[in-house]
């Protein structure tokens, strides 16, 4: 009766493509909320996590007690360049 034109027959606008985009998008939908919620849960952000830098792990042993104050400048002069 309708030909080639039905709705799931060829690439017209009514399948085919569109019948792939209707079950693609919700389901990578799905997939990037679970991704979303899982990184966020464990205390990751999206973005690739970058390495500490050398002034940056020196503040946090400072920070813990782990150098003095006199250890802490001499070694942030040291890493500084001065």
Known sequence: ???NYGYMH????GGGIWMW???LIPILLVVWVARTFATRRSGESGNAARPKSALEILDEEYARGKVDREEYLRRKADLSGR
């Open 10 to 13: 060829g690439f017209g606008l």
């Open 21 to 23: 985009l209707i079950w």
């Open 1 to 3: 009766m309708y030909g």
